[in-house]
């Protein structure tokens, strides 16, 4: 028998359901059920999501897209904790991380996103994934546009280790972390401020997005 889909996720921007379809369990990102005024905006994220993991097929640490039919996006589901309920101390879990982070440069594909630790995923084994890839950057060529996001993204990875493995930062890590892209220094002065209020006092967000698509649960045997 076939198991009911189950909500993770509603928001402004459409649902997000897990679905099992015979032994696999996916993940379905619907934009139909979108609030009108932002539905475009919703689907041209998920636009956004698919462009990206078609460049990733096939890579091991990251969902692989099934469907985009310009409304739902269908990719498949990873089992794992959040980064905030894993807590990886592990110093060989950042090691893994940088090479995955490498792995999705080399594709040709910033995510753009992983400040967030719910986008970081700690798997059974330990090992590191990440997911949401909405405001990825799917680039033709490695730009300097592509590498002003790419080098964005290993700084963030950077402040992740330096939370919970300080003592494996070197020098030179050091000085990455201390030297952020001119376009979040932007971000941090003059944008976040804003968004922050919108998002918690007029919308009654928390800033964590995707902190409730993984909630802290045992994952089904496949």
């Known amino acids: 028998m076939t198991p009911d889909p189950e909500l993770l996720k509603r928001d402004l921007f459409g649902t997000v359901r897990r679905e099992r379809r015979g032994e696999a369990w996916l993940v379905v990102r619907d934009t139909a059920t979108a609030a009108r005024w932002v539905r475009g905006v919703a689907r041209r994220l998920a636009a956004r999501e698919a462009r990206a993991l078609e460049r990733l097929q096939g890579l091991d640490g990251v969902p692989h897209l099934v469907d985009w039919d310009g409304r739902r996006l269908v990719r498949t589901w990873l089992a794992g904790e959040p980064m905030q309920i894993g807590r990886p101390r592990d110093a060989a879990y ?54 002003l996001w790419a080098r964005e993204d290993l700084r963030h990875w950077l402040k992740h280790k330096r939370s919970y493995r300080p003592d494996r930062l070197t020098a030179r890590q050091r000085r990455i972390l201390a030297t952020p892209a001119w376009p979040s220094r932007i971000w941090m002065r003059y944008a976040k401020p804003i968004y922050r209020f919108v998002t918690r006092r007029l919308l009654g967000w928390a800033d964590r997005e995707g902190a409730g698509d993984r909630r802290h649960r045992p994952h089904p045997r496949r």
């Open 94 to 147: 950042f090691a893994r991380a940088l090479a995955l982070l490498r792995a999705v440069h080399r594709a040709g594909v910033a995510h753009r996103d992983l400040a967030k630790e719910p986008n970081w995923l700690v798997r059974q084994d330990g090992s590191p994934a990440l997911v949401d890839f909405q405001l990825a950057l799917a680039a033709p060529r490695r730009s300097g546009w592509f590498r």
